[in-house]
């Protein structure tokens, strides 16, 4: 109820309260006013009196709220309306602002439209906290269209808030109540707005102001000197694309961009951050050099390729950067096994005989290869499709609370416990969930190496390196591990209370991330039921997880209401970064292998590139239709991005930053972007030409786009070798 | 004011028995009653979208009402969309309600089971290779509408026409070939000398060249192109017919080629030229001329299986069965029955003699039968048949694994009836030819077996 003006004190009449948190100088002359203002205050004065008296304590408080509602000009006369206008204030009030910012300069208009927004939520919540729930839902249906692209998922949860006691139940609402929504403006945007708010006090301006000092938090800048994103040349550029997005410093969350500080005050210094990779353990490290000689003697490599230890060498030398590794002391791993050590022998294996992507050279982009698996009769009942590193197993959680794995070379997947006679398939379902599965991972293993030719020791440590564990989660608020030895179920990790989302196992194995409906992410170690670390903050759903490829860090992003992408420190559990950026809920998060860039993706088909040291946004992606990109994936070599998502497509994204790509739309689709444009803002068509608009308007730097037949893409990411590996399942 | 209609508020507040309701206290619970449906409704979006569907179903429901701590509504898990019945109650007041089916335990407990569904299974392919999606049936179409669309920019005005039909636009071929003026014109005149009947030195040295010469690979997609055209426009013309084959022999025969793609395309010529119905022309090039080119073809395709048949896995497989197909179509002529066991014989071999001809051959005896008792030109063309089955049956005899039975064969009439599992004609033959080997490795397969 911070809304509300303060009740006045009991001995003092109903008097001048309202005006006590503005900012602003509030003069200028009572305007409105109903002839009949001073016998009803007189009124009031004696009910009050008469209850307090008789000890009728809460009728009183109630009349107090109630009468406090009506506004008060400064000389402390309450400015009541007849009863019509009543109901319609702040819808009144609301229009006089949009008006406004429809007829204002073009070079205002771009950053005082993001006001809009912000007043419109407040101005529905406090005509319906005023009970007055068909103005409420008539001021509703009126003012949404504009924000019907961006929010519609907030839209969707106002839409039916219709009593009082909906806004202090309804999520979105308390979020945009108790918090202040942050929002920066230019000195002169700022100041022509308040010139105009106080102009037409009367008419609305006065409860504007209310709003912006009560729930709002303005920042301004100077826009000449920080240019860059603010800037006038910039701000012209987004016009013409008609560029609809939250800026990274927006939103409820009032952070500086990129740094997770949420106090105001603070100065927008960052949480410095260790990006190098893990080290070695000393004693691996040596094991696998020796095997690498090894193998190196028995199979010397082609002419013009570099022995595997010279390989390993170059992939483990210290470059000379600002990074800093995170040290093996903050983050215990059991000792390493002679697993461990085929693992990595393999993967520098791989690493050398990758097939190598540069980046885009010359604007033509490098050609991929993608693999697409193809799952057939689902009845649309899978809800995950996940493939293990090594290419050998493919599994699939379905709606039916089971999982299923095949193996992909029709070997057949046996079990010691299986009875004798008993005739092994290449196919296993997994029974144990209770309700529909909703994530898998595969704990890290490398591909099996081909047989070696001169019969060595070495089958026995080759056959180790194939995943041993897998994470499945659940709507039945469990993850579970299963061991991929006897098929079975061997741990239940119990303590989120709501549907599991997302699990992810670190990439060094050990660890593994979950995140939940209950709105937080949890760090787990697999030989633990117990959670060791909980991350809360967000707030809403944390929809996914992703983990840093040195296993030091884990980000999450979050749905409705929130929409962050955030960074977490595993060492000390705190927040790293926040990222405000996306419109719809995120959906799929995933970090390069050089670690110094995340990409994450959300339900609108856009795709953000975020630079992790600095906390700032690199470039937004367009191209994939509205429903969801599922899943993301870098090349080995971090240059490109590889994603799939529900409008049946794999699709090649360049990565790198480049200013003049990113505010040109591709050649054809340019005018048609710009013809959409005004008609947009026109409102009536908003929301039909906005679709056509996604559809076809990607940003130059995809590279391809590759349809598969009415087949959902449900993972795409890319092998070690560098071949994309896409599964899905075919709905006809 | 509200969608919820107020009225079933009151509705349910009398079947609880409160009779009388304020009107506000009415609306007011009708629009609670409305936000908490969007609520559960938003949650189960929620479940929706993590299934990664776009149907809403029951259970997303009942994971919502779950998730707000309500008691999930139970009876209404389906696979199947529900059915709703419509009442009305009044005017303008229909009242929807989910139809039950009414079930008779009788028919239900008799009735055969449903069809189990189909087990869910995966299948690869490729998306794409090197940035290209190749166009493969598991690939969708790439609409060349939706391609027009993209190039509308450049070239606007000439998609208009196309679509209004009044310009005859040339479809290019997806990929140019571009053949040097030497190779088109070394092309013609190879065609030219190899179905040059009057010149048999040009002809040759045609062969010879294309068996020897290096650097032909880009026309031997035209070759095989000029050999499927000339094969199928020229069945009567036992002389063209056996100039493709040798063509096609040639080509086998040049080492620098590498002819593993074509040989799809190959094969069908051959098979016609090996198993066609009726090749050449009885009347001019008398009755028999068109076995020649029967064996010939037969060689030819064994060397092409032989050849290419391990990196085809499927090569070998699909000649034997089309020549076994034949093979067993007594409505076919003698010819195609000859070239048929000429193939089976090459391409599968003794073994192949052994599963695929000898248990037919007692079926097979009274077509032979039949022909051999013609007095036409039938019984010759049977008694090639006959030779040709004998052959095959030698094959087996170079095969034969088993040694000698201890007790050797019976003797006489009795020997005799045992080959007449093979059939009359050709037991008669192999009796006749009195060789051991032979009458073993035909007994061998004992028809009682």
Known sequence: MAVQPAPPSRTESVGPASAGGMGTPTAGTPVGQAPGAGSNQNLNQIVLEYLSKKGYSRTEAMLRRESGSIAFDATGQPVTFDDKFKGRRWHEAYSVVKTWVDSILDIYKPELSRILWPLFVHCFIETIADCYPGEGRFFFTECRKPFDDEHSDDLRALSNVQEPEHVQQNDIAQLYRTNKYRLTLSKMGFATLIEFLETKEGEGG???????????????????????????????????????????????????????????DATGALHRLQLAPMPMEIDLMDDVKAELNHEDSSNPPRPGRSTLVEQFEQRIKVEPSDDTAPSRDSIPFPPSTAR????????????RDRFRIEGKTGGVGPGVSVTMITFHNTFDSVNCVEFSNDNILAAVGTAESYIRVWSLDNHALASPQDPPGFQPSSSRRLVGHSGPVYALSFSPSAAVPAPPTNGHTDHQSSSDSHPRYMLSCSADTTIRLWSLDTWTNLVVYRSHNSPVWDVRFCPHGHYFASSSADRTARLWSTPQIAPLRIFAGH??????????????YIFTGAGVGDKTVRM??????????????????????????????????DDKGVIILWDLRTGRLVKRMRGHGPGGIWSLGWSVESTVLVSGGADCSVRVWDVQPSKDTQAKVNGENGAAAKVDGPAVNGGAAASKVGKVKGREQSTADMISDFKTKKSPVYTARFTNMNLVVAGGAYLP | MSVWNPENVTDVAESIGIASLNRDVVEHLARDVEYR???VLNEALKFMRHGKRTTLTTQDVSQ????????????????????FGEASIGPGQPLFYVEDEEVDFEKLINAPLPKVPREMSYTAHWLAVEGVQPSIPQNPLTDPRSAELAAKGSSANSTLAAVSGNDNIAVKPLVKHILSKELQLYFERICGAILDESNEEYRSAAFASLRTDTGLHQLI????????DKVTHNLKNIFVLTQTMQLLAALLDNQSLFLAPYVPGNVPSILTCLIGKHLGNPALDGATTHFALRDYSAS????????????????????????LKHFLDSHKPFGTHYGAVLGLAMIAGAQGVRTLILPNLKAYDLHLQEGMKDDGGKREQAEYVKQAILRALQTLQEDAVMEMSSNGHPAGEALRERLGAVGEVVGARVFESGREGLIGAVLERDPVV
Not at chain 1, 539 to 552: I, L, Q, R, Y
Request: proline letters at 6%; one cysteine or more.
């Open chain 2, 300 to 323: 030819l395709l064994s060397k092409t299986a032989c050849q290419y048949g391990p990196s085809s896995s499927t090569l070998k497989p699909r000649i034997a069965r089309s020549c």
């Open chain 1, 539 to 552: 707030d809403s759903d944390v929809e996914t997880v992703a983990w840093h490829p040195n296993g030091a």
């Open chain 1, 568 to 601: 977490w420190s595993i060492a000390q559990g705190t927040q790293a970064r926040i990222f405000t950026g996306h419109a719809g809920n995120v959906t799929a998060i995933a970090c390069a292998p050089n670690g110094h860039v995340v990409a994450s993706a």
């Open chain 1, 340 to 351: 461990d050590v085929a693992m990595e022998v393999q993967k520098v294996k791989e690493n």
């Open chain 1, 206 to 264: 006065k409860s504007i102001n209310f709003l912006i000092n009560n729930h709002l938090d303005i920042r301004t800048v100077d826009r000449a000197a920080i240019g860059g994103v603010r800037g006038l040349q910039k701000l012209m550029e987004e016009k013409q694309g008609d560029e609809q997005a939250p800026a990274e410093d927006e939103g409820i969350h009032g952070h500086h961009p990129g740094s997770a500080n949420l106090n105001p």
């Open chain 2, 64 to 83: 919502a009402l779950r998730l707000l701590d309500v008691e999930p509504l139970y009876g209404y898990e389906s696979t199947r969309p529900l059915r």
């Open chain 2, 37 to 39: 449906m969007s609520q």
């Open chain 2, 221 to 228: 997609p035209y070759f095989i192109q000029f050999v499927a």
